[in-house]
């Protein structure tokens, strides 16, 4: 109740005084309080422009930005934070993802793979450095990213799983499948594996491989996400192998 009655008074005052540094900061914060947080983000992203270089204010919109999705916003809140006395190492696994997630690909990479320089005991670390590699097509990278992981971390299934679907993308299929015909015989429920060894198989020119590809599709289709399209993959996959 409080918070609504200042934000009341504040929402008055700032009609009036619409560049005033503290009001559109304590306004933004009553509204954080209360959870209104597409309000907060818009008077705090306002101070943030007025007042670029305002540690008190970057450091709440680093905190409100990410939860609105705000990615641009939030990595501007880490460069005024970094450029105001925080190290940055504290802040690339979070700068990654927001820049991944506006499809700065390249800049996502840099940043996740100073992240897991400095958190190498990490494995979580190594997995996205190498999907960040892949994403922008340094697949050799990604490969040798997961290599490192495996001989620091052991042969996890993740790790393993990764790297056999980069190696099929690099046109690797029988290193590709061997993996996942393991991964598969280990874990038959697991539906992204059998997935990930139906598209290798898929990809190869034996017509046996491309029917227990097909088999595969079929059988994993009930219960996949629609946005893997698995029924399309079939019906593509049943014309190519008409006749044969």
Request: charged share 25%.
């Amino acid at each position: 109740q409080r918070y609504a009655e200042a934000r009341t008074l504040r929402t008055q005052a700032a009609q009036k005084k619409s560049s005033d540094r503290d009001l559109l900061y304590f306004l933004a914060v009553c509204y954080q309080r209360d959870l209104i947080l597409d309000s907060a983000f818009f008077y705090i992203r306002r101070a943030s422009l007025l007042f670029p270089n305002d540690r008190e204010i970057a450091s709440t919109l680093y905190a409100i930005a990410p939860v609105v999705k705000e990615w641009q916003a939030a990595i501007e809140a880490i460069e005024t934070l970094i450029s105001t006395g925080d190290p940055a190492s504290g802040f690339y696994r979070e700068r990654a993802l927001y820049n991944k997630n506006l499809g700065n690909l390249y800049f996502a990479f840099l940043d996740f793979e100073k992240a897991k320089n400095i958190d190498s005991t990490n494995p979580t670390s190594f997995l996205e450095l190498s999907s960040a590699a892949a994403a922008i097509d340094s697949l050799s990278y990604a490969i040798a990213v997961l290599d490192t992981a495996i001989g620091k971390f052991g042969t996890s299934d993740r790790f393993l799983s990764n790297k056999g679907v980069l190696l099929s993308f690099q046109g690797k299929y029988l290193e590709s499948e061997s993996i996942l015909r393991d991964l598969v015989a280990r874990h038959p429920e697991s539906v992204e594996y059998r997935m990930n060894l139906a598209n290798t198989l898929s990809s190869q020119s034996s017509v046996a491989k491309k029917k227990e590809a097909l088999e595969l599709f079929i059988q994993i289709e009930p219960t996949t996400d629609p946005t893997w399209k698995v029924d399309s993959l079939i019906t593509s996959l049943k014309e190519e192998l008409k006749g044969k």
